[in-house]
Structures are given as C-alpha cells and as structure tokens.
T-cell receptor, first 113, second 116 residues
C-alpha cells in the first residue's frame, strides 16, 4: 500500500518570497508523482507531474518539483510567489501500472502582501 | 482541451431522498472515471473507479448500494447518492482519464452536496 505525507498543513509566506511545499511518499513499487492546486470550491488543476526521465520537473505558474528517489520525496518549489498563488496544494502518487491516485492531506499556502 | 464538467455544482436535498450527480468529459473520450469525496479542510478520498460499460470498482469502506455509479458512455458517468443522510454531505469531485494518457486525470469542478 502507498501513502503520501505532506509535512506542512499550512505555509504562510510573504509575496515575492520563495516557497517550498514538502511531500514524502512510501511505496513498494515504482511510482508516478503529481502536484495539484485547488482554489476554494473548485476542482483540482494539475501543476506538474513526474513520470520518468529528468528528476527536476517544471510545471505551470512558475512551479517546479524535484523527485528524489533515495529520500522518497517530491517537494514543490517556487522562487517568488504571488498573492494569486494562495490555494490548497495536494501531492499525489500512483503506483506504476495503477491509474488510481492517493492524495496527501494538502498544504494551505497563504501569500501575504 | 481536456475539460470535465459536473452538474449540479451544488445541491441541497432532504434526508432520505436520492440525488444524482453527473460528470461529463466535454472534449475527449473518458475510458475511466473516478469519483472522490472531500470533507472540509481535508484531502480527497477515492470512492470508486468506473470503466465505460462495466461495473464500478469501489474502494474499501465505500457502500456500493448507497453510492451507485454508472458509466454508460465514454463521456458520461453518474453518481447517485441513495437515501441520503446528513453525514453524506460533502464535496464530490469526479475525474476522467483519456485513452493514451493512463496516468493523467482531469478533474471536474466538484459538486457540493448538503443533506438537511
């Protein structure tokens, strides 16, 4: 069975500051990794995904994430955040060969002026 | 591209009644659809996976007789909450997977269900 742990439930930052949202996973098989963003009362939007290849993945809105297999981590980063980045961020994992997703508990990113 | 819609976006129903939620893929054929529920300030929990033309596969702990899922076509799946009770109040989100993109799910905007 797989699990996803998002280490911070809430991350407050000031506008234009860098941010890192942490995600660790556990699985006995190879995995695919995803980061989604959810704005209030809306569905999820894919930020980026790691399927294979380069461990540094770039996504939309200036976000990037790095897959670290030895540390079983997939942390999300942005060098300079905007007020509009305020949202809930979910890390998710699926086992190789299984299209189902397991989500972490989410991290509320709040960007303050 | 890859747009998924849900209808209704919110619904209020009385305890004991049933309510149907529709999930449509608007510009692609969805070979697989997923249904999630999300409680306030919590994560998404997968309820079931449905493949077009076959019975849904429910996750452990999800009552299949209470949450009826039908995936009758490649663009439509429905979730019917039967004999709803206040504890069924939640945010229900569907997602769809297209043929050829096995590891990417496109999410609908969600349906807020309130049972009074």
């Amino acid at each position: 069975a797989q699990s996803v742990t998002q280490l911070d439930s809430q991350v407050p930052v000031f506008e234009e500051a860098p941010v890192e949202l942490r995600c660790n996973y556990s699985s006995s098989v190879s995995v695919y990794l995803f980061w989604y963003v959810q704005y209030p009362n809306q569905g999820l939007q894919l930020l980026l995904k790691y399927l294979s290849g380069s461990t540094l993945v770039k996504g939309i809105n200036g976000f990037e994430a790095e897959f670290n297999k030895s540390q079983t981590s997939f942390h999300l980063r942005k060098p300079s955040v905007h007020i509009s980045d305020t949202a809930e961020y979910f890390c998710a994992v699926s086992d190789y060969g299984d299209s189902r997703l397991t989500f972490g508990e989410g991290t509320q990113l709040t960007v303050n002026p | 591209g890859a747009v998924v819609s849900q209808h209704p976006s919110w619904v209020i129903c009385k305890s004991g009644t049933s309510v149907k939620i529709e999930c449509r893929s608007l510009d692609f054929q969805a070979t697989t659809m997923f249904w999630y529920r999300q409680f306030p300030k919590q994560s998404l929990m997968l309820m079931a996976t449905s493949n077009e033309g076959s019975k849904a596969t429910y996750e452990q702990g999800v009552e299949k007789d209470k949450f009826l899922i039908n995936h009758a076509s490649l663009t439509l799946s429905t979730l019917t909450v039967t004999s709803a009770h206040p504890e069924d109040s939640s945010f229900y989100i569907c997602s769809a997977r297209a043929a050829g993109t096995p590891y990417e799910q496109y999410f609908g905007p969600g349906t807020r269900l309130t049972v009074t």
